[in-house]
Every structure is written in structure tokens, then in C-alpha cells.
């Protein structure tokens, strides 16, 4: 099998139960390049998906905690070189692998790593393959973006075997001893921020928080989603008024359902206030569900999800969607590639799981926001409200190993 390799080309633009894996995490895009996949070479001609937008005072604060996280790891020291880094797409046409592998990309030029890449289109098969051919590349360390545990076969044995750390990334994965750690979304903290969100405006359009809020769930996608759904249901305890009903999405034909679904609540629950999904690129069919029942102004539920793609950001602009709540995805890459950095220039250990996020920077990497019609901006891309983690990983890489600078 062929894979792809790369140095210093920047792209230039960014469902099965595996599918939805990826689309839970971010919708999609692409780049213009060619990539290579267990199948074959194919092109993406997707849109971008770079983050930009960031507010000014968020730029200096980032500037001010990674000279202060440069100085608390030791100071300046010769830099890693010569590295190659696998990483694994979940598929290259969703939004989620091309900002992590965007993300990646700039990191690696940073410190001239070669970076090799293979793409199984969301085939379980495939992504046995692509294990095993990354770590037949020789890598210093492999990133997998939501791929399941079970599906990586042999290969994530012969990379611990061989001394190749391997970084899970994207969602929660089935725990191994063959990986090194584990750089995932908090997804409890997605909840519940979108979840506090929509009681907001929910007592905003209202004056009051009750009705039948509509919770499309998606459980045999795995622990993380339902983790989603437990803090939801968490959350609704201190709103009494406002009752449950739910919906497990038919993964086979997620958005034909997702519409279908819609309107029978819709039109069977008349005190529906509320639509809220798990699955990103099912939050636009939800939308489109209520234009074809005419439902508008106040008659229209207040309608959400997690995470946000090119068309879901449309709707938001136009009001169609109320909003999602987003996060720095692709800054896992970078919180990768600066663990294994300081692994391979002070000799450290790897962080073991997501708290590194919010407690080893000086800034909380994957703060989630909420994605509105005011702020979503161009809708090509995420407009970062979050943290500055771009700016702070490239000073913290210029005051430590002179990368950059």
C-alpha cells in the first residue's frame, strides 16, 4: 500500500456507525492535494476548514502563558529533527481529519517534520491496513484521528512492539495497553455548555423553561456520545418543566431520518421547544425539516447541535439553526506534536489522557464556545472564540527550541 508524504505543502482548502464517528466530531471539507487511502489516490476539493477570528486580548494572554510554560520546562534546548509522523485520517472528506491534519501540518513545518498519511474512508477494513502500513513507514509517532481501537487489527501492536508512540485523538476509543494516551474531547463539557445555552434561550423567547425538548442520540457510536446524553439528561434535573423524548439515529440513513423524525414530533408533540442533536451534519436536515412545515419566528423551536459544518454555519447566518457548540478541534494535533517533542528533546513522559487539555498549558485548549448568528463569520470556516492555542504553541516552540522565531 502507497502512503502519502509530505514536508512543507500547506493545503489549500480543508453514515455508518464509523462514519458518524467523524461527522459527531466535525462535518466536512478538504484540500487540493492528492491524498493516498487504503483503496487509492483520490483528490479532495472540499473547503477549507482553518480556524480564524481570534480576539485580540486572547492573542496576548496566549503569548504571556507559553513564555511562562517555556521557562517552567527548562528553557531553551536543541530541537528534535529528522522525525516522520504517521496520521491517520478518519476519511479525508470530513471537516474533523482535514483540522487535524491542518493543524498538524503547521506544526510539523515548524520543526521540518516529514509527515506520512493514509486515509480509510471510514472502512474498518481499510483502517486495519492503514496501521499496519504507517508503521511499516517507520514513523517516530503515529496520530489516529477517532479511529476505533478495535478496527486499527495488528497494527497498534506492532507500533508499542516497536517503540512507535501512537496518539488516539477525535473520540473516546476503547481503553489498550498499545497506545501511549489518549488527546480526546471532553464531551461532558459540550454538553453541558451547548445544554446551558439552549435553557438560556429558552427562557429568553419564552419566559420560561418547559415543553418537550427533542434529543436526537446516536449510542452505538460509542462511550463518548453517551456521555453526551447522560450530562444532558444530568442537566434537564434543574429544569423540571421541560420533558424528554429521544430519538436513536438510524446511522444507515442519518439524514433522511433526521427530517423524517423532526417533523413527526413536531407535528405529533405541539409543546416541542427545543431540537437537539449529536450528529452535526444532521443538525441542517432539522432545519430544513421546520422550513417545510413552516414553522418560523416564535413557532419555531430553538434547534442545536454539537460541533458545526460548512452548511450547518449557513444555517446559523441565515437563522435557520439557532447554534452548536464548537471547540479548537484540530489542536489536539499540536497538543500531540508538543508532547512528543518534549518527549524526544527533555526526555519526558507523554501526558496519558484529555486533562493535559485543561491542566498542562498555561491556556485551556479545547474551551468550547457556542457558534450564534453573531459571531459565526465566514462560514467557510470556524471562527475561533476560544483560546489563542496557534499563537501559543508557536511561541512556546520559539522560546524552547527556537522553531519559528
Given at each position: 500500500?502507497?502512503?502519502?508524504?509530505?514536508?512543507?505543502?500547506?493545503?489549500?482548502?480543508?453514515?455508518?456507525?464509523?462514519?458518524?464517528?467523524?461527522?459527531?466530531?466535525?462535518?466536512?471539507?478538504?484540500?487540493?492535494?492528492?491524498?493516498?487511502?487504503?483503496?487509492?489516490?483520490?483528490?479532495?476539493?472540499?473547503?477549507?476548514?482553518?480556524?480564524?477570528?481570534?480576539?485580540?486580548?486572547?492573542?496576548?494572554?496566549?503569548?504571556?502563558?507559553?513564555?511562562?510554560?517555556?521557562?517552567?520546562?527548562?528553557?531553551?534546548?536543541?530541537?528534535?529533527?529528522?522525525?516522520?509522523?504517521?496520521?491517520?485520517?478518519?476519511?479525508?472528506?470530513?471537516?474533523?481529519?482535514?483540522?487535524?491534519?491542518?493543524?498538524?501540518?503547521?506544526?510539523?513545518?515548524?520543526?521540518?517534520?516529514?509527515?506520512?498519511?493514509?486515509?480509510?474512508?471510514?472502512?474498518?477494513?481499510?483502517?486495519?491496513?492503514?496501521?499496519?502500513?504507517?508503521?511499516?513507514?517507520?514513523?517516530?509517532?503515529?496520530?489516529?484521528?477517532?479511529?476505533?481501537?478495535?478496527?486499527?487489527?495488528?497494527?497498534?501492536?506492532?507500533?508499542?512492539?516497536?517503540?512507535?508512540?501512537?496518539?488516539?485523538?477525535?473520540?473516546?476509543?476503547?481503553?489498550?495497553?498499545?497506545?501511549?494516551?489518549?488527546?480526546?474531547?471532553?464531551?461532558?463539557?459540550?454538553?453541558?455548555?451547548?445544554?446551558?445555552?439552549?435553557?438560556?434561550?429558552?427562557?429568553?423567547?419564552?419566559?420560561?423553561?418547559?415543553?418537550?425538548?427533542?434529543?436526537?442520540?446516536?449510542?452505538?457510536?460509542?462511550?463518548?456520545?453517551?456521555?453526551?446524553?447522560?450530562?444532558?439528561?444530568?442537566?434537564?434535573?434543574?429544569?423540571?418543566?421541560?420533558?424528554?423524548?429521544?430519538?436513536?439515529?438510524?446511522?444507515?440513513?442519518?439524514?433522511?431520518?433526521?427530517?423524517?423524525?423532526?417533523?413527526?414530533?413536531?407535528?405529533?408533540?405541539?409543546?416541542?421547544?427545543?431540537?437537539?442533536?449529536?450528529?452535526?451534519?444532521?443538525?441542517?436536515?432539522?432545519?430544513?425539516?421546520?422550513?417545510?412545515?413552516?414553522k418560523n419566528g416564535d413557532d419555531r423551536p430553538v434547534?442545536?447541535?454539537?460541533?458545526?459544518?460548512?452548511?450547518?454555519?449557513?444555517?446559523?447566518?441565515?437563522?435557520?439553526?439557532?447554534?452548536?457548540?464548537?471547540?479548537?478541534?484540530?489542536?489536539?494535533?499540536?497538543?500531540?506534536?508538543?508532547?512528543?517533542?518534549?518527549?524526544?528533546?527533555?526526555?519526558?513522559?507523554?501526558?496519558?489522557?484529555?486533562?493535559?487539555?485543561?491542566?498542562?498549558?498555561?491556556?485551556?485548549?479545547?474551551?468550547?464556545?457556542?457558534?450564534?448568528?453573531?459571531?459565526?463569520?465566514?462560514?467557510?470556516?470556524?471562527?475561533?472564540?476560544?483560546?489563542?492555542?496557534?499563537?501559543?504553541?508557536?511561541?512556546?516552540?520559539?522560546?524552547?527550541?527556537?522553531?519559528?522565531?
Amino acid at each position: 500500500m502507497q502512503l502519502m508524504s509530505t514536508r512543507a505543502r500547506r493545503p489549500v482548502g480543508s453514515l455508518l456507525a464509523m462514519a458518524l464517528v467523524a461527522v459527531l466530531a466535525t462535518g466536512c471539507g478538504g484540500d487540493d492535494e492528492d491524498t493516498t487511502t487504503a483503496a487509492g489516490t483520490t483528490t479532495g476539493t472540499a473547503a477549507a476548514a482553518t480556524s480564524t477570528g481570534v480576539a485580540p486580548e486572547r492573542t496576548e494572554e496566549a503569548k504571556k502563558a507559553a513564555e511562562a510554560d517555556a521557562e517552567k520546562a527548562g528553557g531553551r534546548v536543541d530541537p528534535p529533527t529528522g522525525k516522520k509522523i504517521g496520521f491517520m485520517y478518519l476519511s479525508k472528506s470530513t471537516e474533523a481529519s482535514v483540522r487535524q491534519y491542518e493543524d498538524l501540518k503547521t506544526a510539523a513545518d515548524l520543526f521540518g517534520f516529514e509527515i506520512v498519511t493514509c486515509d480509510p474512508n471510514f472502512d474498518p477494513a481499510k483502517t486495519a491496513q492503514c496501521a499496519t502500513s504507517l508503521v511499516a513507514a517507520k514513523p517516530d509517532l503515529i496520530i489516529s484521528a477517532a479511529s476505533p481501537t478495535s478496527a486499527l487489527g495488528g497494527g497498534l501492536k506492532a507500533a508499542h512492539d516497536q517503540g512507535i508512540p501512537w496518539i488516539m485523538t477525535g473520540a473516546v476509543q476503547t481503553p489498550s495497553e498499545y497506545y501511549t494516551a489518549q488527546y480526546v474531547p471532553d464531551e461532558r463539557e459540550l454538553s453541558k455548555t451547548l445544554n446551558d445555552w439552549v435553557f438560556q434561550q429558552l427562557q429568553e423567547k419564552n419566559g420560561n423553561v418547559e415543553g418537550t425538548l427533542v434529543a436526537f442520540q446516536a449510542p452505538t457510536v460509542g462511550a463518548g456520545v453517551i456521555d453526551r446524553d447522560k450530562q444532558r439528561a444530568e442537566d434537564l434535573k434543574a429544569h423540571p418543566g421541560l420533558k424528554q423524548k429521544t430519538h436513536d439515529i438510524d446511522l444507515a440513513d442519518a439524514v433522511q431520518d433526521t427530517i423524517k423524525t423532526t417533523k413527526q414530533f413536531v407535528q405529533n408533540t405541539p409543546d416541542v421547544v427545543a431540537l437537539w442533536n449529536t450528529c452535526d451534519f444532521c443538525t441542517p436536515p432539522m432545519g430544513q425539516a421546520l422550513d417545510q412545515l413552516g414553522k418560523n419566528g416564535d413557532d419555531r423551536p430553538v434547534t442545536v447541535g454539537i460541533y458545526t459544518t460548512k452548511q450547518s454555519r449557513e444555517q446559523i447566518k441565515a437563522g435557520k439553526v439557532s447554534g452548536a457548540v464548537e471547540n479548537n478541534f484540530g489542536a489536539q494535533s499540536m497538543v500531540a506534536i508538543d508532547q512528543a517533542v518534549q518527549h524526544w528533546a527533555r526526555d519526558t513522559p507523554f501526558a496519558k489522557d484529555a486533562s493535559v487539555f485543561s491542566e498542562g498549558y498555561g491556556i485551556k485548549i479545547l474551551e468550547p464556545w457556542i457558534v450564534t448568528k453573531d459571531n459565526v463569520g465566514d462560514t467557510a470556516t470556524v471562527r475561533n472564540q476560544g483560546e489563542d492555542y496557534e499563537t501559543y504553541f508557536k511561541t512556546k516552540w520559539a522560546a524552547e527550541f527556537g522553531v519559528g522565531s
